[in-house]
């Protein structure tokens, strides 16, 4: 396959390039070969992106939802039509296993395109009667919303944000993550293929100091970041500076909490699939695995009979189930965390160590008889690290899960219903989850309380995150004035 994109940006409804930027090398993270080079945006991209994306503005707006939302589900329709070829691109973007590819991430994406062209001739304003007079809503679009996207996924991150913005009648520049430049590209050119108009969705691309350079443009409206807390606080503070709309899907440290009674077998695949999947690169990850005293040993002889079950490999295999880290940098800040969990006295269950082959692999790793002070337990380590603490109350496990600054997502195992709903009702986090763990599904808003973000994406939530109402007061008879 052709790594190596058309050129770095698509603005305009077209390629551009300019290699006067600063090289991007493109590593695919299963071998560490360079697979494409792109330029970060010079001032002169950025400034030619806000621009095509600012004339855009008045024309897609003005379209009717219903001719938006034809756009964005032909988009889809092509994307599930090329989904093969753009998950063999995710896979070397990220490194991430076809097997998982195949199923999530360009189709996370049509369904996003979908769902939200299905959504865009519904978005309506309302009617209040106030007797003989009366007010009605519109909502309209915010203008141009800026889009940041993190590394892990980069073809769903494109989607969440540019979907429900031009749904809502936006434009946007979206820039990807620097280590995962070339998915969105596909998307951009996706959506024009669809019939966008020239300029309503653009991709630049570019290291943090580029998606700086966006937000505080005066023409900017809105600002949607998936990343870091550190980042989140850094994008957050800049917007605040124009009043601009923010969305921030940031980082987590999530629990998951499996009770005595929990089916051992379900429990065992939510902490899998919590941990492991996407070799752990997963913001809502549970990677707080809290068991309860009474099934903890059940539990990890278990989970470590099923890791068995894991394989490493060329990531393009269809048989692989477990990639490499996204990135060397990425590979030495997980080794530093589990350098730091045997060093504060976590026991080693498995995993720990790079295996003997190319490329950033490393084992998945469980660390036992971990305890709430531990680094391991209160950081985001953004990799395939699994804690497992012990507890012996319901309303230990709830205070002990609660006890972080961030609020992404939680999880409960459990045959006991009303303790389950409960718990989710105790959970300070935006997306929890019962006897399951790490669904996104479009229809189901997704995101943050606490430092993990404002804001949600998917779902007829963002609309509201897209859009802004405007009251229109409208007299019938005549009006009064005290002069
Ligand atoms: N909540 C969610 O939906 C979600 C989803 C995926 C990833 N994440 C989080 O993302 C993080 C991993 O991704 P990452 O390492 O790419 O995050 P990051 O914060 O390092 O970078 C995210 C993006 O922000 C850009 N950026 C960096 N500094 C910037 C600045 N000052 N101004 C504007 N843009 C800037 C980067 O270039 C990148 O595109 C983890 O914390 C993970 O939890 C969250
Ligand atoms: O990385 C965060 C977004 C997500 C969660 N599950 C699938 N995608």
Redesign the pocket.
Known sequence: MKTQPTASHFIDGQYVEDTSGEEIPVIYPATGEVIATVYSATPAIVEQALAAAHAAEKEWAAMTGTERGRILRRAAQIMRERNHDLSVLETYDTGKPYQETSV?DAT?GADSLEYFGGLAAAITGEHIQLGEDFVYTRREPLGLCVGIG?W??PT??AC?KGAPALACGNTMVFKPSETTPLCALKVAEILHEAGAPAGVYNVIQGYGPVGASLITDSRVDKVSL?GSVPTGKKVYAAAAEGIRHVTM?LGGKSPLVIFDDADIENAVSGAILGNF??SG?????GTRVFVQKGIKEAFLTRLAERLQGVKLGDPQDPEVNFGPMVSEKQLGIVEGYIAKGIAEGARLVCGGKRPDMAGFFLEPTVFADVTDDMTIAREEIFGPVMSVLDFDTEEEALARANDTEFGL?AGVFTRDLSRAHRMAAGFEAGTCYINTY???PVEAP?GGSKQSGVGRENSKAAIEHYSQIKGVYVRTGDLEAPF
């Open positions: 999530v996370s993190a892990n996924y769903q991150i969440w998936t899907e999947y996407s690169q997963v913001c809502s990850n997502s790490n669904d996104a997704f």
